[in-house]
Structure formats: C-alpha cells, structure tokens
Nanobody
C-alpha cells in the first residue's frame, strides 16, 4: 500500500495561484495512476485531474482545463497540482489519491487517499 500526505493549500484571492503537493511513501510510487479530487461543503467529492504512471498522459475535469496542471516526479515520489487563475468555485478540500485499475474520474476506483488540504479562493 501507499501513504499519501497533501500540502500547499491556503487562502488566496480570486485570480491567484497555488501549488499543491502530495508526498507518497510505502510501495513503489510508479505503479499507481494518481489523481486529484476535491470536495466542497455539502457537495460530493469530484474529479479534478489524473496522470499516468510515468506521466505519459493527463486528464482534467472541464471546469479546470487550461487553469490547472497535474504533474509527478517518480524519483521524488511526489505528485503536484499547479492551480492558476483560481475562482471562488474552486474552494474545497483537495485530496490526492492512488489507483491501480478502474477509471480516472470515479472515486471508488482509488484505493488510497490523503487526508486533504483546504483551498479557499475569495472574490
């Protein structure tokens, strides 16, 4: 199994940028497809982005395309999410997650989750 710890959240103004990181430990990081999800109060957890095992592909929710970039460094066992031009609707707890099968956007496909980091974008 793999342990995941997110960092980098905070409170910013709309239009600002943040970079989230996820540090992985345990089993070999490169065997996992990695994803970012978010959950706002009173809403279901939603898919944000995913990346292939060696970064060979990436996938994004329509709501973040062109603003967010997912990346990974397998040598450092880290996953990142660069978030630009943040909007109030991006306010949520952000989670990194790891999977070996299933689909990018389904939370149930991911077996391992971090504890989450809060992102707040104010207008």
């Amino acid at each position: 199994q793999v342990q995941l710890v997110e960092s980098g959240g905070g409170s910013v103004q709309a239009g600002d940028s943040l970079r989230l990181s996820c540090a992985a430990s345990g089993r070999t990081f490169s065997i996992y497809v990695m994803g970012w999800f978010r959950q706002a109060p009173g809403k279901e957890r939603e898919f944000v982005a995913a990346i292939g095992r060696v970064g060979e592909w990436s996938d994004y929710a329509d709501s973040v395309k062109g603003r967010f970039t997912i990346s990974r460094d397998n040598a450092k066992n880290t996953l990142s999410l660069q978030m630009n031009n943040l909007k109030p609707d991006d306010t949520a707890v952000y989670y990194c997650a790891a999977r070996t099968g299933g689909s990018n956007s389904a939370p149930r496909s991911y077996a391992y989750w971090g504890q989450g980091t809060q992102v707040t974008a104010s207008s």
